[in-house]
Structures are given as structure tokens and as C-alpha cells.
């Protein structure tokens, strides 16, 4: 077994228990990041070696338990589309400190695969979140970096912007969410 196989089977093997630990405590009273939201926007993804292309995206995440959620995401660039289903969790560490982290199954224009986030949100202001990924697609893995902010405008409706590198492309989408 190779080193780099290794570290991913080990990396999700954790999975189960971060999701047990976070459906093991309950819900402090000061947990005030919104997990139930639908967002929509623009992307562009500028791949290493390649043209760069946008288009639009929309996503939704629904709490499902009081440290578990559901989301998805569609996006079209191009002539291909893609889309990302999964299941996060999240940890309070304080009212403006959530842990994060995400399992999902990616299909990129048909290169299949598993995706694993871990980061955190920040309230300071506006919204900051920012992380580590890694995927293992059917084409090879890829690991990156990203960050983003999401801004209150009115209500329930708040602009989202966020940059995601990683080794294989460089990928920036701004919109809006809508929680509910």
C-alpha cells in the first residue's frame, strides 16, 4: 500500500468519529452559525495548464440534527458540470468559533470521487471560513486550500465569496445565500 493511500484511508477513518462527537454533545445555547441556507452565484475555475471558464452554481445544506448537516452543490463551467453530495458536522468551540468538517461524493464531468474538508467559520464582522480538502478522484487526488466570507445584507440574505487552490486549479465563486 502506498504511503499517500495510507494517509487517506487513516484520514477517513476519523470521519465516524468526528461525526459521532458531533452528534454526541448537545447544542450550546450560543450557536448562532446558520447550516440550513441556499446559495446561488457565479464561479470560475481556472484549471493548472488550461483555459479557465465560468458559470453559475447553487448549493443547499439543511441541518438535520443539531451538528449535522446534508448539502449539495451543482455547477456548470463550461461545456461540463459538476456536482458534490455529502454530510458535515460541525463543533462549537465558542459563540464565534465553529469546527468543521465534510464528507462528500464529488462527480467533476465525470471524474468520480470522494472529498474531504476540515476547517473552521469565524464570526469577526462578517463571516470568515477557511479550511483544508483533500479529494480522491478517479483522474488522482488533489489537496487544497480555501477561504472565504459571507457578508449580512438583510435578514436572511448575505453575499458568499470564496477562493479554493488546490494543486490541479484555482477556483473563486461569488453569490448569494438565502437562510432559512
Known amino acids: 500500500m502506498s504511503v499517500r493511500r495510507s494517509i487517506r484511508l487513516r484520514a477517513l477513518a476519523g470521519v465516524p468519529l468526528g461525526l459521532l462527537l458531533c452528534l454526541a454533545a448537545p447544542e450550546p445555547a450560543h450557536a448562532g452559525f446558520g447550516y440550513t441556507y441556499l446559495e446561488g452565484g ?11 471558464d465560468g458559470g453559475p452554481y447553487v448549493g443547499l445544506s439543511a441541518l438535520v440534527r443539531p451538528r449535522l448537516h446534508l448539502f449539495s452543490s451543482y455547477r456548470k463551467v463550461g461545456s461540463g458540470d459538476g456536482f458534490v453530495i455529502g454530510v458535515g458536522g460541525h463543533v462549537p468551540v465558542d459563540a464565534k468559533l465553529h469546527l468543521v468538517g465534510r464528507l462528500g461524493w464529488a462527480d467533476l464531468d465525470g471524474d468520480n ?26 483522474s488522482g487526488s488533489e489537496t487544497g486550500v480555501y477561504l472565504g466570507a459571507v457578508a449580512a445584507i438583510h435578514g436572511p440574505l448575505a453575499l458568499t465569496g470564496q477562493l479554493r487552490a488546490s494543486d490541479r486549479y484555482t477556483d473563486v465563486t461569488f453569490g448569494l445565500r438565502f437562510y432559512f
Open 42 to 52: 457565479y464561479g470560475y475555475v481556472d484549471p493548472d495548464g488550461g483555459d479557465g
Open 113 to 138: 470521487g470522494l472529498r474531504l474538508e476540515g476547517g473552521f467559520r469565524l464570526r469577526a464582522g462578517a463571516e470568515i471560513d477557511g479550511g483544508l480538502f483533500l479529494s480522491d478522484l478517479d
